[in-house]
Every structure is written in structure tokens, then in C-alpha cells.
């Protein structure tokens, strides 16, 4: 198995990723192609005295930046990293493809290049959500801000399959978010939604408001995509704001900086909740192969947490699997 | 000036609301009119030792539940105390209306018997959002799960009154919730609104990502329902999930103990951020007269804090201001 890793598009510059392909190399039996200027990459190689045959090297000698409109950037830049290696993944150079860069040129380089899975009507973005119990997963995580019903119900499909298989949780309860738990709440996109959730193939648990999505309560989190960016982006707000309001009050005084002292562990053991390096990368599912995007300041550890989940993704047939979901077709 | 208050929809029974304008009208000079059963309010009245002249009660013997269908309820329960005090309202017998109960009766009750100002299209939910700088307001909180970008104009025009009147804000930023900061970012309905509120007279930011709300970037935060209480209930969802966490951690050994306490006036000032009861309640804007919706489980001090800004409402004159500003007439 080979997972072709852009190495050009995350925040930190081609070390981190070539440190995480090689502990994934050493850990997790897979060979990498990593995708970016060559000597650079040699060189860094060599620095991290890597001399084995299991990392290939696929030239490319452009950037699509963070800044670029995605479907020029990927029109365009035909020898960025990005388009180099989802040529690579269409072609069979690899199995699956993993980029820090632009999410929006990600998407839309998936969806022009590797091509979206026959009848799937939209590719969704797919975001971890960490929990009280442990994950679940959120998608449309921003990808299709206007969202139809059809889209909510292929997204609950994709989610259930993804969860089933590579988080290994049995028949995943899927959720709708809602203004309220009753079914004949919400807006007429979740109303109509909730109707084809309901007579679909999944465990659907019906819906769920905004604030049970931190206890966990279901598995897998369906919602369009502009209200999936707000969950995902108010979280992180409420996250980093929560920690620093109680850094500076427990900065406050002498026995409340002892307090903290003594708190050290735990406080430190709660922060790991919400650090999405240890979950890996978004895959954006309804594509014909698996693409994950790694968070922009991935550094080495949450590089190879993704290379471990592009392994899983291939290893279990995710894409396969949704195919079917999707049609509706037994095996 | 009087104020109206439902005596009858809180979780917590008559006792609390009973305290609430006892202290009101001791602190803040206003007249009260209790609405309920005449005999129970006497009788707690009179165990609070209270035989001034600045509390009425108008008898009123049917309450509307929680669970009920708000537009039969508000149709069919003429007696309720939630329908005869939005009739004294509407009738001039007070200057403003207080109640506790079913959210979607007390909206559905203004806007049939109070009436919407002139040329308002929605009346709006407005949430008083606790930030890191102080308060932020949130419209609308769950009225109008369809928006047109039109009401999300009106919610601006309201929202900016009201956080300049009632907050004593000047020239109130106001920001449009969105998935990025660009003007061309966002689904068809803020991308059309974000048109409407430049051109607006507003002091309008721009788009806001929901990462940047708590930290308070702007004053008045402008959404449609769905989205509005998708923020308010995951809000409440987190601060809860992260409070019950570190609660669960602090308990874990001697030394975890030792530190929280030596902690527990921070974390006592920290958990006072996001108590309900210091902000008042949620007023309905858009309606003829002031409407607010006081917290199911508001004790005394939410009343009182609820009456107070009925009070600076009424002494403000923030509908007139609203009736003006909508139809954009400078005086």
C-alpha cells in the first residue's frame, strides 16, 4: 500500500511531514510518495537520516497557497503538489492522498480530478468531533453551504459507513441537527431531511440539538455545511477562549498559582481532548478515492495519525463499501 | 411605569417571580402587575410581608405548559396568565411584559395580540451572548428557522437599537455570522444579506466566523434562527461538558482537591460568565410594545434583572427608536 502525502501544503514546511512519513514508514508498514521539490525533500531525508526504499519522491516545484480561488489554483497550477498528487491517486501511483494545503483547492482538485463516486451528489468534508465519551464525527464540515435534503441523507450514508469502518463502531447512531428533538421541528431543509433519514439504512437516532453534541450522544453528526463550520469553528472558540480566560485568572495570585501547579496533570490531560492531532486528518468523503485533508499546522505526530487513517480508509474498503450504501445494493 | 409579569410560566412556581418584583419595586421604583391566581399570589404576597400599593394582581386561572402547540395554546386559553397579560399589554394597563413560560406561545402571543410595528416583516428572539469582553446580543435566537436576507436586515436594524438603548453601547458593531471572513464567503442567504447590511445605516463589521464570538468582536451578532440557536445551545452545551470534566478531574486525588480549592474563587468569577441570571432575560423585538422572555428557571434575581430591563426598554423608548430606524426616518 502506498499513501501519496503533499508535502508542500501544511504550516510548517516539508520537516514535519517528513518526519510523520517516516515514523508511519517504521510503524505502519506503508510506502509514501511524498509530493514536492525534490531536492528539498532529499535533503531532508538525509537529515533525518532516512535511507530506506519505502519513501519515493514525486517532483513538483509549485505551491497552491492557503489565499488562492481553489478551482483556478487547481486549473492552473498543473505542477503543484496538490494536482501532482491527485494525479498520482487517479492514476494508481497510490492509494490514497493526504494535504495540509488550501481545503477549498483540496476539494475541488477531488472532486475535478479523482471524481466524485458514481451517484453521490455532492463529496462532503468529514471533522472529528471530540467528545465527553470520545469522537464522533461531523459532516458537511463546510464544503456545501447550501445543502438539499438529498445531500443531508447521502452525507449520513458516507458518515455511517466511515464510522462503521475505520473508527469500528458498530451500527453508528446518526443524528440531524436540530432546533429541537421533536420531528416536526426545524427549518424545511432538516423537515424534509429528517423524512429520508428516517426510511434510510442507517441507525438514525433522530434529531439532536446543538447542545448534546459535546456529551456524544450520537456517532455520526449530519448537518449542511454552513452549520457544520459554525459547530466546528464555535467549538474552537469557546475552547481557546475557555483556557485563556482561566490561565489568566489562575495566574491570578500566589495560592491560585499554586492551585494550578497542582492541577498541572489534569488540566493537562483536558486540554489533549480538544488536540486534534491526536485524531488525524478531515476526510472528504463521495470521492473514488480516499483524500484526507490534514489540519494546516500539522506537525509530524498528526501527519502520521492521518497517513494511519488514509491506511485504514484503503485497508477497509471505505469507498467500496459507500458505493453500495449509496445504491442501496446487499452483498 | 408598570410592568407585567406572568406569574405563572416559570419552572420554579410563583414563589421566585413573587420575590423578583417585591425587590423590584423596592430597588428600581417601578409598579408591578402579577399576573395568576389571585388568591395564591395574595397569600405569597403576604408571606413575604409585603402591603405596599405598587403591586396588583390581575387574576388570570389557566397557564400554558411547556409542551403545548403555541398558536392553539395562545387560540384557545383566553385565561391563561400568558394571554391575559399580553392583552393588559396591548390594552395599556402596563408598559411592558414579563414571562417565564413556553417560548413559542409567549412569541406567537405578541405577534397576534401585541402586533408587530409597521413594516417589520419577523419579530426576533434576542439572547444576551456572555464574551470574553462582556456581553455581545444575538438575534435572532429561534424565531425564524427560514430567513430571508431582508429579516436578517431588520434583525440589525433591531439588534443595534436595542445594544445602543438597553447596553448603552454607541454606534454598536454588528456582525454577520458566517463561514469565513470574505464578502464573497457564505451561503445564498448571508451573501445577500451581507449586501443589505453594508448599505444599511449600521455600523456593520462585516462577516464574523463563529471562532471569534466569544471572544465579543462584535456587539450585535446577526443569524438566522437556525443557525442562532444552533450557537446559543452548543454554548450552553460546551460550557456544561467543560465544566463537569474538570469537575470530574478536580475529584481525582488529594492533591487534585487541594488545588481546586485553593482555585474556587477563580473558578466561581469564571462560572459567573455564563450565568443567565445577571443578563436579564430575551426580549422579542419587532413587537408594539416591549416583550420579554424571562429563563425557564429563573429565580428572583432573574426576574428582578428581567424587570430592569423591561424598565430601561420602556424609558428608552426602544420600539419607537425600532419604528423609526426601519423605516429610516431621521430625527
Redesign the interface.
Known amino acids: 500500500m502506498k499513501i501519496v502525502v503533499d508535502s508542500m501544503g501544511g504550516d510548517n514546511g516539508v520537516k514535519e511531514v517528513v518526519r510523520g512519513s517516516i515514523d508511519a514508514v517504521n510503524e505502519l508498514g506503508v510506502d509514501i510518495a511524498l509530493v514536492g521539490k525534490k531536492d528539498i525533500l532529499e535533503n531532508e531525508l538525509h537529515k533525518n537520516n532516512y535511507h530506506g526504499n519505502k519513501i519515493e519522491i514525486i517532483h513538483a516545484d509549485e505551491v497552491i497557497q492557503n489565499d488562492e480561488s481553489p478551482a483556478i489554483a487547481i486549473r492552473k497550477k498543473k505542477n503543484s503538489s496538490m494536482v501532482v498528487g491527485l494525479n498520482s491517486l487517479k492514476e494508481g501511483t497510490g492509494d490514497a492522498f493526504i494535504s495540509a494545503g488550501n481545503t477549498g483547492a483540496l476539494l475541488a482538485g477531488g472532486i475535478f480530478i479523482v471524481k466524485r463516486i458514481k451517484d453521490i451528489e455532492r463529496a462532503a468534508i468529514v471533522s472529528i468531533y471530540p467528545?465527553?465519551n470520545g469522537v464522533s464525527i461531523l459532516l458537511d464540515a463546510?464544503a456545501n453551504?447550501?445543502s438539499k435534503p438529498e445531500y443531508l441523507e447521502q452525507f449520513a450514508i458516507m458518515g455511517s459507513v466511515y464510522c462503521e469502518k475505520v473508527l469500528r463502531i458498530a451500527s453508528p447512531k446518526v443524528g440531524l441537527?436540530n432546533?429541537g428533538a421533536e420531528k416536526e421541528k426545524?427549518?424545511?431543509l432538516?423537515k424534509e431531511a429528517y423524512n429520508l433519514l428516517e426510511n434510510a439504512n442507517i441507525n438514525f437516532y433522530g434529531n439532536v440539538?446543538?447542545?448534546?453534541?459535546?456529551?456524544g450522544i450520537v456517532d455520526v453528526i449530519v448537518c449542511d455545511?454552513?452549520?457544520g463550520?459554525?459547530?466546528?469553528?464555535?467549538?474552537?472558540?469557546?475552547?481557546?477562549?475557555?483556557f485563556?480566560?482561566?490561565k489568566e485568572?489562575?495566574a491570578?495570585n500566589f495560592?491560585?498559582k499554586?492551585?494550578?501547579?497542582?492541577?498541572k496533570?489534569?488540566l493537562k490531560?483536558?486540554k489533549q481532548?480538544f488536540d486534534y492531532r491526536e485524531y488525524g486528518g478531515a476526510p472528504l468523503l463521495g470521492l473514488k478515492k480516499p483524500v484526507i485533508k490534514a489540519h494546516g499546522s500539522s506537525d509530524a505526530l498528526a501527519f502520521k495519525n492521518a497517513i494511519r487513517q488514509a491506511k485504514i480508509m484503503v485497508e477497509e474498503d471505505v469507498i467500496n463499501k459507500i458505493e453500495l450504501d449509496i445504491n442501496n445494493i446487499e452483498i
Chains 1, 2 share one sequence.
Do not use: M
Not at 440539538?209 to 456529551?215: F, K, V
Open positions: 467528545t465527553k463546510g453551504v447550501d441537527v432546533v426545524g427549518n424545511i432538516v440539538e446543538a447542545r448534546d453534541i459535546p456529551e455545511g454552513f452549520v463550520n459554525v459547530i466546528l469553528k464555535l467549538t474552537e472558540g469557546l475552547g481557546q477562549s475557555i485563556s480566560t482561566l485568572q489562575f491570578e495560592s491560585s499554586l492551585g494550578a501547579l497542582l492541577l496533570s489534569q490531560e483536558f481532548r
